[in-house]
C-alpha cells in the first residue's frame, strides 16, 4: 500500500498531465486532428480524470465510506466506448458541428428567410 505522500506526489503528477491534456484540447492543434485521434484524446481525458479522482478520495477520503460514484464513472466511459464503436469513431463533436453546418446551409440558402 502507499503512502499518503507517494498517493499525494501521483496526484500533483495526474493533474498535471491532466492539466496539459486540456490544453491541448482547447488548442487549435486538437481541432485539425482526425474524429478518430479526437475520441481517443478524450477517452484518455476521461481515463485521466478518473484516475485523479480516485487518488484524491485516496488521500482526503474516508476509508470507511462506501464510494458509489465511480460506478457513474464507469458506465460514462462504457458508453463513450460504445458511441465510437458504433459510429466507426465519429466525434460526437464533429457530428454536432456538421449538423449545425447543415442548418446554416438550409437557413442561408433561401435569402428571403431571416434568422
Known amino acids: 500500500m502507499k503512502t499518503v505522500e507517494e498517493l499525494k506526489k501521483e496526484q500533483y503528477e495526474a493533474k498535471a498531465k491532466l492539466h496539459d491534456l486540456i490544453e491541448m484540447i482547447n488548442s487549435e492543434e486538437f481541432y485539425k486532428l482526425s474524429a478518430a485521434e479526437k475520441g481517443l484524446i ?8 478518473l484516475y485523479l479522482s480516485s487518488l484524491t478520495k485516496r ?6 465510506e462506501v464510494d458509489t460514484s465511480n460506478m457513474v464513472w464507469l458506465s460514462l466511459l462504457y458508453g463513450m466506448f460504445n458511441w465510437n464503436s458504433a459510429t466507426s469513431s465519429v ?4 457530428y454536432l458541428k456538421e449538423k449545425l453546418d447543415k442548418k446554416d446551409e438550409e437557413i442561408y440558402a433561401f435569402p428571403e428567410h431571416t434568422v
Open 42 to 49: 478524450n477517452q484518455e481525458r476521461t481515463g485521466l480524470e
Open 91 to 94: 466525434n460526437s463533436i464533429d
Open 59 to 64: 488521500v482526503y477520503g474516508n476509508p470507511q
